[in-house]
């Protein structure tokens, strides 16, 4: 019995001890990026302002990963009749250097399109991100996450009265950028 005791001790320690620290992805490890964005006053660039009643749809992003002959395609809200003056929006992770393009609906005023009334309605504009995802080894426990290089974005609009008047990148001229983190602000709309 003592045998079987000191065998079982032994191999107990050679289970624990054969573990190494890389085998668990721990809590803080860096993840897939969500694209930060923050919503800015167009006439006081300095200031943030909060877009009255937001929602915020991916444009087709059920389809993401399902088989072709599925024909199915729908919005996902991300957020819903919201007031925000920034939003985390997640990207669509196509092949590794390929150009993919991911389509977000920003609805303001959403309130004014569910109230009921014909006469009110609200304005909607279409945030477009193209970027190359690259995917980056984090460890053996974590595999892989995705960043996103040559990143662009541009406004869509199907009417005149188009809600935001400017994007830029935050803290930088270029006309790309790579999103790596979430330690910042990404983008900047000017409504």
């Keep these: 019995m003592k045998r079987i005791k000191f065998f079982g001790f032994i191999g107990f320690i050679l ?28 006439a006081d660039t300095e200031t943030l302002k909060s877009v009255t009643r937001l929602s915020v749809y991916g444009e087709n992003l059920i389809t993401a990963g399902l088989p072709e002959s599925t024909t199915e395609a729908e919005d996902v809200a991300i957020i819903f009749n919201s007031n925000s003056n920034a939003i985390e929006l997640p990207l669509l992770i196509g092949d590794e250097g390929i150009e993919t393009t991911t389509r977000y609906i920003l609805e303001k005023d959403t309130n004014l399109r569910i109230d009921g009334d014909v006469a009110t309605d609200s304005n909607i504009d279409i945030l477009v991100v193209r970027y190359a995802p690259q995917f980056v080894y984090v460890s053996r426990a974590c595999g892989f996450k995705s960043i996103f290089t040559n990143l662009e974005v541009s406004i869509e609009s199907n ?15 270029d006309t790309q950028i790579t999103v ?12």
């Design 15 to 42: 289970l624990i001890g054969s573990c190494e620290r890389d085998d668990i992805c721990a809590d803080g490890t860096p993840t897939t990026p969500r694209l930060l964005i923050e919503f800015f006053d167009a």
């Design 180 to 191: 790596e983190n979430e330690d910042a602000t990404h983008v900047q709309i000017f409504h």
């Design 159 to 173: 009417d005149a009265s188009q809600w935001i008047q400017n994007v830029t990148f935050a803290n930088t001229t």
